[in-house]
């Protein structure tokens, strides 16, 4: 019923930047807040940034200053941009979004995740 496909991870070296997408499709009636989390090996999963619908955001104190969330709510998509990476950003990165179908309430959906690796 509904998708969230990442994309745009990959291997880059530390101090370099990366931008992030998710798009949701279905059989969307709304899209709520919507966000991106990380999970390295051995950890569990973990907040980076969200955003509302509205476009107010949080971020954790490791992405503050480093990474920007936006979205664009008629492409029903999310972006995360990286920049000044570090080797410690190295992780899988999963989009979240709170959606609305027009056949069930308000969910929790999760892409497949995209790998980051940020080299020394």
């Known amino acids: 019923q509904v998708q969230l496909v990442e994309s745009g991870g990959g291997l880059v070296q530390a101090g370099g930047s990366l931008r992030l997408s998710c798009a949701a499709s279905?059989?969307?009636?709304?899209?709520?807040?919507m966000g991106w989390y990380l999970q390295a090996p051995g950890n569990q999963r973990e907040l980076v940034a969200r955003?509302?619908?509205?476009?107010?955001?949080i971020y954790t104190d490791t992405a503050k200053g480093r990474f920007t969330i936006s979205r664009d709510n008629a492409k029903n998509t999310v972006y995360l941009q990286m920049n000044s990476l570090k080797p410690e950003d190295t992780a899988v990165y999963y989009c979240?979004?709170?959606?609305?179908?027009?056949?069930?309430?308000?969910?929790?959906?999760w892409g497949q995740g995209t790998q980051v690796t940020v080299s020394a």
């Open positions: 979240n979004a709170d959606i609305t179908t027009w056949t069930t309430r308000t969910r929790d959906y």
């Open positions: 955003i509302t619908s509205g476009g107010s955001t």
């Open positions: 279905g059989i969307i009636r709304s899209i709520n807040a």
